[in-house]
């Protein structure tokens, strides 16, 4: 890859654990029942908030159905303006959890601060840290500490060698349990949300031993291109994908815009198991 030394995948002595050639064979993380980075494409689904009960069962019954591995949804919300909604807290915990044992299905979810972390750990399998919070390295010491599968975001404004410094305060902390996710960055354009920095899932893949997924929802911001993306994602080599799923997306009290309604889902899904069957994988 021409002359850049951070895309040739030669180890860059201040990125060393994640470097690729510490594992050439690469890194399988836990994530329920499933793991992520082998041959399987994993799928985490659900709302952007949990916003009730209800809500999530007909999310979880529903994703499960049409082959989700994971639920998601934030119970702590970063939210841009402090007026907005901002999670129901324990309670959408609680809410989780409940959806997991009834439907078998891995909870995915934020936590935005160290104060909440020790709760977060009673309910979630895999611990989400936010684009805001891509730089919050208290945060990613400690979450290194737990040993809990981490999927880390890249922040909005991060380049790729940022985003490898952050996840080497997770792996310095003796957890390599970490799945990268490109999650769009912040640019000119303002007809998307976000620009999802595609070349980062190829790129990640050669440089680290991770696995690598891709969030089409935060990425675009625009629920008519979230089914084009996710599809690109795989073809591009991504281990997996996490989407707003949302019940009724124009009632939802965060990003319905770029949600799904279940039925879109359901048929990305099949169109999904295409994709990942032609680049020798399986949903
Ligand atoms: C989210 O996944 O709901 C979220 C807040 O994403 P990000 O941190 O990528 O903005
Ligand atoms: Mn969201």
Known sequence: MH????????????TRLVSRQRRPRGTEVPLGKVTVGGKRIVVIAGPCAVESRRQMFAVG???K????HAVRGGSFKPRTSPYSFRGLGEKALRIL????????????????????????LNYADVLQIGSRNMQNFALLEEVGKTGRPVLLKRGMMATIEEFLLSVEYILSQGNDKVILCERGIRTFERYT???????AVPLLKRLTHLPVIVDPSHGTGVRELVPAVSKASIA??????LIEVHPNPDKALSDGFQ???????????????????AVGRSL
């Not at 002359?3 to 201040?14: D, E, I, L, Q, T």
């Not at 439907?103 to 104060?115: D, H, I, K, Q, Y």
Request: glycine share 6%; hydrophobic share 45%.
């Open 259 to 277: 949600s799904l309604a279940p039925h879109e889902f359901t048929a990305l899904m099949k169109d999904l198991a295409l994709i990942a069957r």
């Open 97 to 120: 959890k409940e959806v997991r044992d009834a439907c078998g299905l891995a909870v995915v979810t934020e936590v935005v601060s160290l104060s909440e972390l020790p709760m977060v």
């Open 3 to 14: 002359n850049r030394p951070h895309a040739s995948g030669n180890s860059v002595a201040s």
């Open 65 to 68: 159905k049409a082959g989700a």
């Open 236 to 241: 591009a080599g991504a281990d997996g994908l």
């Open 61 to 63: 019954r529903v994703v």
């Open 193 to 199: 949300r976000n620009t999802l920095d595609i070349s």
